[in-house]
């Protein structure tokens, strides 16, 4: 692709998605044109096993732009990162066709992983500002990942990702109700250890009653040895047995 097309599809993605641009001029002054620019470079040098000047390239575009892109990240067409400040994507995220990010989004591992250690962002997917998404699972074509969300496990296409750990609030536009809310996986802690807990409590409840029932069972024996000591000992009183 040649470079002045290059800069004409860029202008069209900034205009197309960035409601504040007034004039084409301006997307120079984005740094998520000069991130992606400097990116697309910093990946031929990777790919050419320079690696020192691929990372060279890339760390002087975090100082300027505040985006650090790992120069091994796989990126598809048509990305756009809005303010950017912040955002970070890890080498070994791939990126589908027009995604967009916001300021503070984390495409990062979770430090448990090796080899693929970060996310597939799949086509037309959005990532709010701060959103982090930590391991190498996909987030589906379509999905919207909502500001300030921590998603850790795979999203199906289409859907709406909100909250820490990330809940699916939407599917295919349409609302999940909370009480057949699936989870798709996506872990939540909180209701893990309620359930467990739950589960711990019943258990200990069967065995108490286990317990009082063999208590009822032993006090009821000893109430009639009890009798049976106080028969012998009128007996005995009576002088009917020695
Ligand atoms: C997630 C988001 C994209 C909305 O997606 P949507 O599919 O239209 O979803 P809705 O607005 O219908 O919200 C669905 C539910 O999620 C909740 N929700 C939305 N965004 C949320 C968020 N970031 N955190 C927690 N809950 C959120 C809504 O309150 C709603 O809950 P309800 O069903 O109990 O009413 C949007 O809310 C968001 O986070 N945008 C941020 C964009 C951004 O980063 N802008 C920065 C510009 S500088």
Redesign the pocket.
Known sequence: MGFIKYIKDEMKIIRERDPAIRTSIEVFLYPSFKAILRYRLANKLYRRKHYFLARWLSQRTVRKTGIEIHPGATIGKGLFI??GNGVVIGETTIIGDNVTL??GVTLGGTGKEKGKRHPTIGNNV??????KVLGSFTIGENS??????VVLSEVPANS????VPGRI??RD?I?IP?EDMDQVHLPDPYLNDVTYLKKENDYLKEEIRKVCKRFDEIKSTCDKLDEVDRLLAELKRQDKIK
Do not use: E
Request: charged share 20%; glycine share 16%.
């Open positions: 809005d303010h916001y300021q959005m990532i709010s500002a701060g959103a919207k990942i909502g500001a300030g969300s709406t990702v909100v909250g609030v939407k536009n609302k909370r």
